[in-house]
């Protein structure tokens, strides 16, 4: 659709120069007319005569509005009416709008009255745009009415949105039916909504200074999509883009830091329980193969390192420069670093914007961009990143290598992450501390981790999105690539308002974060164990090449458990073909139910497990597996643990592999098989039905998102 | 309300030999009369001249319905016109309808056409009333119209519904805001709308007969609550009451069974294994200290213990017989369990109602009814009865004894019970198998456990409520004392799916099970672990005194996603008062946030966190605390968990004691930390911040639910 852009300019330009924050509903057609936005035809009365003509040509009834640029709010000023639905009914009307528009405020301007052709039938629905300060401009879509907004039945995509994206939209919301046609009526034109809903979206892309704009009502019927009423508001106040290097600059920086040849450690020591003590020793109990250099104003040197008063002493080249100097001494560093073309700062010092001293961060940060040198923190436990054996960090080290790249906004949920990780014997690549997030944020990760062989899944904790819209373009390619998790703390309004007490900054409206996540194809975590247990178990699962979920089960309780999970977690339980019920049949006890869950019964032997698991790995219309096994003395724990994975081995071998996952009901020996399943690719879970299936679900949602399924 | 039963019973009874299987309109206003359920003023005319006088004299607009006993769906038959306006409409309105209704159905016996008073303004509402295969009557409520039916809004309660019931039900929909006036509208009459509900709820209390009805549109409004519309369908097909001891007589039972003095194990073996071995053995090991009878066909001893042929033969009294035996020789031992008067019977074995075999299982049910013996199983793993030191069971024996009594339809959740509870050091009173539920449901165990001294918390897991009405009446008189925890399984339709396969149970709808259980006050636990934490942690926990909960946290992170997790559980986070505020501040860092979360900062030491809980605990306004905890050095798990413990300790000296859960974030020293904490009475958990807040929350919404706050 070609839009005529230089109608729109025309009309904002006179808006703008008019000092008005908001276009008149002729203006506001105009606008929508050279973007394809269909609307009701329409003219201007200046008399009840005029009014009495123009509805008779276009046709009873129509709807009657006042146009002033100084009355927003029509409804409420009494200057609007509807189904006139006579000449004589709209030269009435025509004089009572004037005269509630006086009344309303008596020197508003008024330009006329608008005589609109009035749309009936159909679906009401509205759509809108609206600027989020971190995301940037949204497109919405809801239903009309007072029902909908108790609701808050609205959904909310990046513009510009796509086709897909917008058709997308129509499904968001939980009212979905509505536009399918219910009780005899008829389905909405989905083509024609959607080209709404994209054309607002282009237009609001097109002309930043639209800062909101709503079609309320939208006429949805089987045949259009017609907007009956625009309403824009506009911001001319031009906003500071945010610094932000090219994209080609950070992953060269954040390679250089992450996999550094060289570390300085800033306030080295040889001091035991000082933090400059604990990097060092971590660097080098660690494993770090690189060069350390402690820096220290008078020590010769430190556990074993020749030590410097400055990095300007040091003769080769740095790469990362651990901070661990009180903060008053960090600017200082900090230009020494720059002038040493040092590429990253990891500040762990904290007493910087968390304390409320804005003023030293500022400093840092203007520093850190006058030198082009990338900070971590401050505020931060420093970082981990395991293929170069670095834990650069004052916690103690972490070695159970993996491919699970994890960051924590904050310093608590860091140290959980490191706690659970150790306990679950969790494979990570690296954890990051991101805190006060003066410079380096998720996006500058996602970028180092998109392109890192060493990671297969992102896994972040945050509380904020600084700028949402740079997160959100990154985030939605690398997604496409390998799976992005994020636990976005603040979800609700005590949780935002402990954010922002916490963090200083403002978590937005957790709707718009929801729907943005899903369009950009990231896995929501719902809690922190969500996501501990996501990235532990989303990498080692193959990803599934279809829908069609299969349980298998021993215990005939757990069966019905698994399917609930199914269900709250997306998963689509394949219906059972007639041939392979048979097949699966063979192998169970007559009383045992086929069907889905294949319900083997308890009491069986390993084989039964094995034959049924064979069974769905290799007929290619099942897509994956969820098993369900009950203790038993004829088929213990680790039997059954080593029988699957051998079954699993034996298909691999035939090109076959499927995604898999267990539920283990039994004594504490489940334990140690759920650990053993682990460790050799199925994800298996103790006394839960709801955790396997949960990250299985994940792995589905991230195969959807990234168009794999 | 004094109600008419007499004008109700008569038009049921002319109904009921008419033959006809629901009530016409006109009928359907005298029964709404008779219970003071207001409706609009109406008449029938039988002629277009009855029906302009009719109208004229009610007023205008009026609305015009057929009434004929063989059109139930009246708008399908074009039988319906609304908003008739004058004398001529009222009179053309007449013929149409007529006209139609003869198009609709020839030979339709017609009555005449109903002259309605029409009202109009208010907001929408349906009553009604259902009969559900479980719980028997329940009240309906939700608002009207499609969208409300797409988004399945809508809320039960077991009628008859109490005056706080029904109240409760204008809250218990997602629209509820639209009942408080919305865009200046008016809010509606809540006490009208709520005497509605009762009214509904006693009509068909009073007469199990009429199986729907439905108050389609009521139109409420701030001054009344008038049915525009009733339909009332009746099913005079008497049903069989289901077989039920007198309570008392169940109790009796049940105490012998749990705590019996004398158990026989029928089919006890030497013979390592078998069943009956296993069962021997955890009886004798578990340390029962009462009788063993091993019967078996020919041995003389089994494992130390004189053997008989059959219980017949014992010479004293014996109160739980213990099957082991294949299913066909259980009818015949049962018989004699039954005439040696045996309390119980605990049946093992499986190979009836869950094989299909519907009748062997009948069969054992005639026996146990005829004998007043009550069952246990069949299809279970026994039970075990901590207090006693019975492990009545195959299992492995269980000695970590508590407060906590668990049941579980199935064995395999059976199963992940013992292994749970034996890892997390759970103590249980009691875990029982309830298998097929041929007798002894989860009433009967809720009738002994209300009463037993050991037993603080019940957890059941359950997949069908064959008698859900008696549930409810016994669950709803428990629960006022000792919190009782559900996980109902099969709550999608796929579980119900698997679980109707699985058990032969229809599931029922889900949102009757969900609002049965909040009205009765019952917890619901959403998925296995809730379940199993719950249990674990709700029987510690002292009752909160009131809803003001505070989180105190070393890191800030957690206590974002905390005050979350409190949102998510229905907890009010109080609003810090000033001079509480102040006092806060005096024990924490000058940039650590006071408010609520209290965030001491990280790093600070034990004094810090201690200070500020015997804060919390001392303040008579903080009725619970949440802790964040944060693992540093200055303050080691261990650390934080005793100085917690001594806290508590020091005022619960002075007679103060709160519920205190805790979040612990740090390395793998938290699990024992976490653990300790357990076992002083603080639910803790290590790497998630939900899970100890839901427990908070179930404890809070037993207080609730049983009055107590």
Redesign the interface.
Known sequence: MHNNKSVVRKILDEVKSAGRDALTAPEGKLVCDAYGITVPQETVANSSDQAEKAAAQMGFPVVMKIVSPDILHKTEAGGVIVGVKSAQEAADAYNKIIANAKAYKADAQIVGVQVQQMIKGGQEVIIGAVTDPSFGKLVAFG?G???????KDITFRLAPASQEDALSMLDGI??A??LKG??G?DPVNRQALANLIVQVSNLVTDFPEISELDLNPVFASKDSAIAADVRIVVDFSAKKPRYRPPEDQVLASMNRIMQPKSVAVIGASNEA?KIGNSVMKNLINGGYKGHIYPIHPSADEIMGHKAFKSVKDIPSEIDTAVFAIPAKFVAGALIECGEKKIAGAVLIPS?FA???NHELQEELVAIGQKYNIRMMGPNIYGFYYTPANLCATF??AYDVKGSVALS??????G??I???S??AKMGVSAIVGLGNKSDIDEDDLLIFFEQDPNTKVIAQ?C?DLKDGRAFAEVARRVSKKKPVIV?K???????A???S???GALAGNDKIYEDVFQQIGVIRAR???DM?DFARGVPILPTPKGENVV?I????????????????NKLS?MPMPDDLDKAFRKFIP??G?A?N?V?IT?GEPPITYKNTVLLGLSDPRIHALIL?Y??T?VTPPMVFAKIMVEARDEMRVKGIDKPIVAS?????E??EAAQYLYEHGIPAY??????PVAVLGAKYQWARGAGLI
């Open positions: 239903l009415g007072v029902l909908v907004e108790v609701l939980k009212a039916d509505m219910v009780r009526s329980g007493g968390e304390t409320g916690c103690t924590s906004q904050s310093g608590g949920i140290m959980a490191i706690g659970f150790r306990s904790h509380e636990l703390a603040g979800r609700t309004s005590a949780g308002k402990a954010a007490s916490h963090t809690s922190l164990r501990l349980i089960t021993g215990a005939g309780g757990s069966g019905v458990l698994l399917s609930d999970a199914c269900v709250d339980l007559p009383f139910a069907g869950p319900d308890g369900g009950w203790h003395i283990l009901a039994g004594d504490v489940v334990e103790a006394y839960s039905t709801e955790i």
